[in-house]
């Protein structure tokens, strides 16, 4: 198996104590994929300003190096007929390397050319972490230091030791000296470790940077952080797997947006909340956010905002748009992500339903005058008395159907009026449609994928863990409890005490998750996570029957959307 490749966010380690093996590559062409060949490799390892040991051969492609090549490098087929081929080359330079961080000017293509190599040859690659020195300059130097970041233009900027000429160990020497002198640059702003080079970029600020003492207390723990400011308020509210490693990345990684450094400026104190599992972080972070609604947190701050669907419970129901689920018996669906949306999918209702739309309650026997929908025919007419009750309820179960279980009725009739604006060529007005009909079905989705949830009192469920297992403890779809069972422990006493301590849930009313819409909803996307294991309770993911209208609708909306792109 290929070893993974370490981050920088991990290390944290000081530019003198680390080794490079700074590499370049000579050859055919542009692309390893489109068979362009090795020709050269030339390496220099350096730790601390010394250099420990070079690297260089010659490659023999098997096959005629290009003309305009041999005028670039001076490389030509008789140079190469006698040289090893890549297979004895590379076990050579990957053990010259091993142990290393890879350095190379524009990183991409030598150590892309060599991760082909390798995958073809079957040879193993060590998960080099990379630096590209390219990417740095760009970061580092202005367009008034250097016209661009071509290496033989940043050589001759440092005044470097030896001039790049496309031959492999010189363009590496040279890069040596390119890769020192932006060290050089980087020390005064405090920037003197391998995670704080690899995430530098000079749009954070040297006020910004100077605060990442701030994060030095946090541990590497999976959890959720709080900036606060001077008098102790709540700033933004986030989580990590690495507590440690994402808060410093606020100081020392491209966090370009503008609102972030605003608050990193404000910032005082950093507080981190260690949690048992990721779950329980991202669960406690959105609570923590609806509560407390931090300035600087945009998502989750307004769960009270959404919107439901409603079909009232009266002698004569209707549909309206409400923000909260009563326990009132009536049907909801939702929520909607909008009040747009919302009022798409009531005109789809109502244009497909012959339900009142006026909204004073009625007597069982009302008197009024009857409205211009009900003289059009769009309304059964209960305000002036014209309509059959059981006409009337036949017509709300349609709706209460559409809304609640199978909406083919619904489904059947807006794809009929939108084959009839298509024919007419008034698509606009068929795209409206096709967004009502969008809008509803999601809405019907999304509210039996909450009910299956919400419907459940327990649920307890483990996942893969490197220590052992996660597990979680759910009720009516609320986060109740989370830990972590080591391996090696008794799984029964151990769940029984995770239990005892579990926060107890009472059951809501109608399809309103007990928790917020997006913990319930975060937490079903754990529990459809693969590997899971149901410990105690029974839960699968259910097909709801909404659910076979929306995906040929949305892929068929994809369709659509991409044919009317220019071109």
Avoid at 24 to 33: C, H, P, R, V
Avoid at 186 to 197: K, M
Avoid at 393 to 411: F, I, N
Avoid at 465 to 476: A, D, L, S, Y
């Amino acid at each position: 198996m290929e070893a993974v490749q370490g981050t920088f966010d991990e290390l944290g380690r000081h530019l003198a104590d680390v080794t490079f093996c700074v590499v370049d590559l000579e050859t055919t062409g542009g692309s390893a994929a489109k068979g362009s060949k090795i020709t050269e490799v030339g390496a220099v390892k350096v730790r601390g300003g010394e250099v420990l040991g070079e690297f260089q051969s010659l490659v023999n492609p098997d096959e005629v190096i290009p003309a305009y090549i041999t005028v670039l490098t001076g490389i030509t087929n008789q140079m190469v007929i006698d040289a090893p081929r890549i297979a004895e080359v590379l076990p050579s330079f990957l053990e010259f390397a091993r142990g290393t961080v890879l350095v190379a000017h524009n990183a991409p293509f030598d150590v892309g050319f060599l991760k082909h190599f390798s995958a073809s040859l079957a040879i193993p690659w060590p998960g080099f972490e990379t630096l590209d020195t390219a990417t740095l300059a760009r970061r580092v130097l202005s367009r008034e230091e250097v016209p661009n970041c071509k290496l033989s233009t940043l050589a001759a900027a440092f005044s470097a030791s030896t001039t790049p000429n496309h031959r492999a160990l010189s363009d590496a020497r040279a890069t040596v000296d390119v890769m020192h002198a932006l060290f050089e640059r980087l020390g005064p702003l405090g920037v003197t470790t391998l995670e704080e080079v690899s995430t530098y970029t000079s749009k954070v600020k040297p006020e910004q940077r100077r605060k990442r003492h701030l994060a030095d207390h946090m541990p590497e723990a999976p959890g959720v952080y709080l900036f606060r400011d001077a008098n102790d308020d709540i700033l933004y509210v986030g989580t990590s797997r690495n507590l440690r490693t994402r808060t410093r990345s606020y100081f020392t990684k491209a966090e370009t947006r503008t609102r972030m450094g605003e608050m990193v400026m404000l910032a005082q104190r950093i507080e981190g909340i260690v949690c048992a599992t990721a779950l329980e972080a991202q669960v406690r972070e959105l609570r923590l956010i609806g509560k407390h609604r931090p300035p600087y947190n945009r998502r989750s701050k307004f769960p009270d905002r959404l919107s439901w669907l409603k079909l009232t419970r009266e002698p004569w129901p209707r549909l309206s748009i409400v923000r909260a689920v009563l326990d009132d018996d009536a049907d909801y669906i939702g929520p909607f992500r909008s009040r747009a949306a919302a009022d798409s999918a009531l005109t789809a209702l109502h244009d497909s339903f012959r339900i009142r739309q006026c909204t004073p309650r009625l007597a069982v026997r009302s008197r009024t005058s009857p409205c211009a929908l009900a003289e059009m025919g769009h309304c059964l007419s209960p305000c002036d008395g014209s309509a059959d009750p059981d006409e009337y309820a036949a017509e709300v179960q349609r709706v209460r159907l559409a809304m609640t279980g199978d909406p083919e009725d619904l489904v059947s009739a807006v794809r009929t009026r939108m084959l009839d604006l298509a024919r007419t060529e008034r698509f606009e007005d068929a795209a409206v449609w096709r967004d009502r009909l969008a809008a509803f079905l999601r809405a019907v989705v999304r509210t039996q994928q909450l009910r299956e949830l919400t419907s459940i009192p327990e649920i307890v469920a483990a996942g893969p863990h490197p220590q052992g297992w996660e597990v979680h403890v759910i009720r009516h779809g609320r986060l109740a409890g989370a830990g972590i069972l080591p391996r090696g422990v008794r799984p029964v006493g151990w769940t029984d005490a995770l239990l005892a301590t579990a926060e107890t849930v009472v059951a809501g009313f109608g399809p309103a998750p007990v928790a917020t819409v997006e913990e319930t909803e975060t937490v079903r996307r754990w529990l459809d996570s693969p590997g899971l294991r149901m410990v105690r309770g029974a839960w699968q993911a259910p097909r709801e029957s909404a659910a076979r209208h929306l995906t040929p609708f949305e892929e068929a909306n994809a369709s659509w959307q991409q044919l009317q792109q220019p071109g």
